[in-house]
């Protein structure tokens, strides 16, 4: 299996422009998880979806951020507009259904965004 | 505030030497724990975890041991090797609530082992 994908790897943007991020997850696993790492806030959850549907969004920052999973293969990670602080690295996570497997998380490499 | 605190933002260990890294979180209903670990321009991978109705788990050369009463947690690496060094992040969930898949982590720790 080649794992989680996410594209691009590394996004450089200017401020005001729209940046979205892709995710390809594991094959078969139900759950997509949208991170976001930063060095003061750590690792934070952003969106959750179960079986294509947002299950939590309590963790997006605000209406500029906006996620969708249109099937089960991908999902993207809008901003619009982008500012400064946004710029981070963002983690794209899938899991399989059931128990406590759903916590076994596989995470993608990661989008490094730098804002500018 | 923070639901998970790794409170040593980075810990060195000598090659052959037991690593030991630790977690405390806040939330009573947290009741399943896990350790990440995570190399530079990767994504985290799953390690190793706890359930709340034990105190122990062991795999291989990682061991996590889990105090509720003190709402700490640890995991000890024996021996640590070169390539143990990482950052890792501890992260815990409550899994009867309705965000149960969730998890939350914290800040990490980084590991340097040295030969």
């Known amino acids: 299996d080649a794992g989680v994908i996410q594209s691009p790897r590394h996004e450089v943007t200017e401020m005001g422009q729209e940046v979205t991020l892709r995710c390809k997850p594991i094959s078969g696993h139900d759950y997509l998880f949208w991170y976001r790492q930063t060095m003061m806030r750590g690792l934070e959850l952003l969106i959750y979806f179960n079986n294509n549907v947002p299950i939590d969004d309590s963790g997006m920052p605000e209406d500029r951020f906006s996620a969708k999973m249109p099937n089960a293969s991908f999902s993207t990670l809008k901003i619009q507009p982008s500012e400064p602080r946004d710029s981070a690295v963002y983690f794209c996570?899938?899991?399989?259904?059931?128990?406590?497997?759903?916590?076994?998380?596989?995470f993608g490499p990661g989008t490094r965004l730098t804002v500018t | 505030d923070q639901q998970v605190k790794q409170n040593s933002p980075s810990l060195s260990v000598q090659e052959g030497r037991i690593s030991i890294l630790n977690c405390d979180y806040t939330n009573s209903m947290f009741d399943y724990f896990l350790w990440y670990k995570k190399y530079p321009a990767e994504g985290p991978t799953f390690l190793i975890s706890?359930?709340?109705?034990?105190d122990k788990n062991e795999d291989g050369r990682f061991t996590v041991f889990l105090n509720k009463s003190a709402k700490h947690l640890s995991l000890h690496i024996v021996p640590s090797q070169p390539g143990d060094s990482a950052v890792y992040f501890c992260?815990?969930?409550?899994?009867?609530?309705?965000?149960?898949?969730?998890?939350?982590f914290g800040k990490g720790t980084t590991l340097s082992v040295s030969s």
């Open positions: 996570a899938s899991s399989p259904r059931g128990g406590l497997a759903r916590y076994e998380q596989y």
């Open positions: 706890i359930s709340s109705i034990k």
């Open positions: 992260a815990a969930s409550a899994s009867l609530t309705e965000a149960g898949t969730a998890l939350i």
